[in-house]
Each structure stands twice: as structure tokens, then as C-alpha cells.
């Protein structure tokens, strides 16, 4: 089951002139800020509706912190812009198992650790019509959901 759009995530060059075009532009501001060094990336998240328990929705803004991450990847081959599409449910390893059972490849075997405490897993993009597809148990989904195992 998916309940919402948790992320939008966009690749930059830079993440401070980034965040400061999207205060400027729109009014967001920036709830959390945090590196991911498993995932290669410092990122911001920028808040753009609900509260930080689990149901809101955001855009994820990801600076690469090495040049062998997919998100430096993505910048050398495409340059800036939206790098993936990430789906909020409350059982992100039973999402990723109902998924699969449709043909679509589960890029982690074991779900991760996303931002803010979340337990994410990414959908390759190639079998799902050329988006990079990401899915998140929020932290605040955890206590719903029962703990998990992650
Ligand atoms: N969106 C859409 N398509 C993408 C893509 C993206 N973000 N990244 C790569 N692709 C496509 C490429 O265009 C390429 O297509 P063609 O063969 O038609 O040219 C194909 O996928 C393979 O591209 P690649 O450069 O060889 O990339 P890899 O296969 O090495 O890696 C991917 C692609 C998706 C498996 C890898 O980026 C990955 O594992 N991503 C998940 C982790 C991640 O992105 N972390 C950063 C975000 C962290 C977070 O959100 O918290
Ligand atoms: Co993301």
C-alpha cells in the first residue's frame, strides 16, 4: 500500500545554492539536512506539506559527496534536475515483495537507511517507465507498522 508522495529527489551541483533558489523562489524552507554516506550524498529536505511524523511531503535536494555515487552519475550524464520519485508506505519491505512479484527489480536486497530515520529501498528505472522509484517507511510510519526489523 501506497499512501503518499514522501520525496521528489533532485540532483545539484550545489546544495546550498540549490536550497537558496527554492526559499527565494517559493517560500520552502529547509526542515532537515544531513549526509547519507552509504548513499554518497549530502541532501536537504525541504518540507512542502504536513508535519515531520511520517505524513508529509517533501523535496529532497542531493549534493554527491564522491565522485563513484549514483547521484555524480547522474549529474555528469544528464546535469541537474529530477533524479527519482519516492513513494511513502507504512511496510516498505512488503512493498518492495509485492512489487517484485510484478517483474520490477528491487535494487537492495535488505532496505536501507533513508533520511530522518526512514527505511528506504530503490525500483530500477528501466522497469518503471524510466523513473527512478524509490520507497519509504517514514520513522513516524514505524510505531503503525510494528518496529522493523532494519
Ligand atoms: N532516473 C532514470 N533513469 C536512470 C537514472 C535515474 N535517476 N539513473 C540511471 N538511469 C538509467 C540510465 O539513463 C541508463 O539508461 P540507458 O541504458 O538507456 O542509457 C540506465 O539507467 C543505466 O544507467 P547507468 O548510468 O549505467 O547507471 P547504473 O546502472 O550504474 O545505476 C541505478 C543506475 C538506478 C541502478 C543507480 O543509480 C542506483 O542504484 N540508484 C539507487 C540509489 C540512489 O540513487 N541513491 C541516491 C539517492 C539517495 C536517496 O534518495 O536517499
Ligand atoms: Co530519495
Do not use: W
Not at 29 to 57: F, I, P
Not at 58 to 80: C, H, M, N, T, W
Not at 81 to 97: C, K, L, R, S, Y
Not at 140 to 145: I, L, N, R, S, T
Amino acid at each position: 500500500m501506497l499512501t503518499r508522495i514522501d520525496h521528489v529527489g533532485i540532483a545539484c551541483h550545489s546544495l546550498d545554492s540549490t536550497i537558496d533558489f527554492y526559499r527565494r523562489t517559493y517560500g520552502f524552507e529547509v526542515a532537515h539536512v544531513e549526509v547519507n554516506e552509504e548513499q554518497g550524498v549530502r541532501e536537504a529536505m525541504l518540507r512542502v506539506n504536513g508535519t515531520d511524523d511520517g505524513g508529509a511531503s517533501y523535496l529532497q535536494l542531493l549534493e554527491p559527496i564522491r565522485e563513484d555515487s549514483p547521484v555524480a552519475a547522474f549529474l555528469a550524464r544528464k546535469g541537474e534536475g529530477v533524479h527519482h520519485i519516492a513513494f511513502g508506505t507504512p511496510d516498505v519491505a512488503a512493498e518492495a515483495g509485492s512489487v517484485a512479484e510484478n517483474g520490477v527489480r528491487v535494487l537492495d536486497a535488505e532496505p536501507r537507511r533513508g533520511t530522518m530515520g526512514s527505511t528506504i529501498t530503490f525500483l530500477h528505472p528501466k522497469d518503471c517507465g524510466g523513473v527512478l522509484t524509490e520507497l519509504v517507511q517514514a520513522a513516524g510510519d514505524d510505531e503503525q507498522a510494528g518496529a522493523p526489523d532494519a
